[in-house]
Structures are given as structure tokens and as C-alpha cells.
Antibody, heavy 122, light 111 residues
Framework: EVKLLESGGGLVQPGGSLRLSCAAS????????MSWVRQAPGKGLEWVSV????????HYADSVKGRFTISRDNSKNMLSLQMNSLKAEDTAVYYC???????????????WGQGTLVTVSS | IVLTQTPLSSPVTLGQPASISCRSS???????????LSWLHQRPGQPPRLLIY???NRISGVPDRFSGSGAGTDFTLRISRVEAEDVGVYYC?????????FGGGTKVEIK
């Protein structure tokens, strides 16, 4: 069974840092691009970042560029998101998501974790 | 790319159809000729789930009462007969170019 399990969320002060992790299982992790998507409380979805299967290319939403860094360790089946200079508007549930490339490219994500809540507040 | 969904909320009777519209601020036809528009469903308290990709292709396991249609900038998700498990928020998303963007969501609830 394909599973994604996020961890690392919590309460952090504005300007602080947090590192999210996503443990993948049930599929060949190194084969798939991965993304982070977030959802502010009671709001819609916002794509945050993507990393290719090999980790050689990454891309970020303008709202997090220069502050967040996505990375992966294919030997450990782990995806990470380093978040620095956090702002109140970064408060959200952060989901890691597996690319649906089994259906072709540019389809979206066919597996999502349950999410981890990040709260930025003093 | 801005995606605008209507309606914001859709109260439906069980067994009746429902329809959600998604309009894009620009064409979602890629230079390769493919239109990269997907639909997702999010039940309360759950992560989103991919339903449909490339306008009209259902993900494995998605019931055939869900169908997608459209072209260019205008797209529609239809549920032929709404069941209780279909409640929640539906999002369209464009996967044509970064940054990937979502519509604001349409809440489907039972009357």
C-alpha cells in the first residue's frame, strides 16, 4: 500500500524555522517527483514546491521562494521541506504528495499524506 | 493562471446530478496539444484525492458517475447521481505550467 506520512509540524514564532519530513512507503520512491501542497485553515489548496525524482530540479511558489528548500533522500525514501523566516501567512496544513506519473506527466498527485499542521504565531 | 470555480456551494439531493464549472484565465492547452486540467475531491478532515486528469480521464477506482469535460479555458465536472460519500469540496487545478494553481473550491453538500 502506498503511504506518505508527514511529520515535523508544530508551533513556531514568526521568523523561526521548521523542517518537515515525509516518509514514503509502498512504492519505488526514487521513481517519482514529489510535491508539497499546503492548506491554510478553512481555505483552499496552494502548491508550494516540487522536486524531480532524482532531486536535480526544484521549483517553488513565489510566496515561499528564497525561504523554503525542498530536498529528498532516495536512499531513505524521505522527502523534506526546510522552512526558514516563517511568517504568519505560512500557517497551514502541509501535505506531501506523490506525482501521478503512472497516468502520464502533468496529471497532479495520486497519493497524499494526512498532512502536518504548521502554526506560525507569537 | 487563475482558475475560477462556480458555484461556491452546491446543495444537492441524493441521487440527483451536480455540476461544477471551472474557468481559466488563459488556455490550458499545452504546446504539446494536451490540456492539463485535473479535478480533486476533499472530504471533511481528509487530504485531497485526485479524481480526473487531462480534462476527462478518471483515476483508477473513481466511480464512473464522475465525468469531466471542456476545452481551452472552460471545464466542467459532473456527478451523474450524487451519493452521500460525494460530499466535500471539489477543486480544479491546472498542471500546465508552474506555479501550479487551484480553483477556489466548490462545496457539495446534501440538501
Amino acid at each position: 500500500e502506498v503511504k506518505l506520512l508527514e511529520s515535523g509540524g508544530g508551533l513556531v514564532q514568526p521568523g523561526g524555522s521548521l523542517r518537515l519530513s515525509c516518509a514514503a512507503s509502498g512504492f519505488t520512491f526514487s521513481t517519482y517527483a514529489m510535491s508539497w501542497v499546503r492548506q491554510a485553515p478553512g481555505k483552499g489548496l496552494e502548491w508550494v514546491s516540487v522536486i524531480t525524482n532524482s532531486g536535480d530540479w526544484t521549483h517553488y511558489a513565489d510566496s515561499v521562494k528564497g525561504r523554503f528548500t525542498i530536498s529528498r533522500d532516495n536512499s531513505k525514501n524521505m522527502l523534506s521541506l526546510q522552512m526558514n523566516s516563517l511568517k504568519a501567512e505560512d500557517t497551514a496544513v502541509y501535505y506531501c504528495a506523490k506525482d501521478a506519473s503512472d497516468y502520464g506527466h502533468n496529471c497532479g498527485w495520486d497519493c497524499w499524506g494526512q498532512g502536518t499542521l504548521v502554526t506560525v504565531s507569537s | 493562471i487563475v482558475l475560477t470555480q462556480t458555484p461556491l456551494s452546491s446543495p444537492v439531493t441524493l441521487g440527483q446530478p451536480a455540476s461544477i464549472s471551472c474557468r481559466s484565465s488563459q488556455s490550458l492547452v499545452h504546446s504539446d496539444g494536451v490540456t492539463y486540467l485535473s479535478w480533486l475531491h476533499q472530504r471533511p478532515g481528509q487530504p485531497p484525492r485526485l479524481l480526473i486528469y487531462k480534462i476527462s480521464n478518471r483515476i483508477s477506482g473513481v466511480p464512473d458517475r464522475f465525468s469531466g469535460s471542456g476545452a481551452g479555458t472552460d471545464f466542467t465536472l459532473r456527478i451523474s447521481r450524487v451519493e452521500a460519500e460525494d460530499v466535500g469540496v471539489y477543486y480544479c487545478m491546472q498542471v500546465m505550467q508552474y506555479p501550479l494553481t487551484f480553483g477556489g473550491g466548490t462545496k457539495v453538500e446534501i440538501k
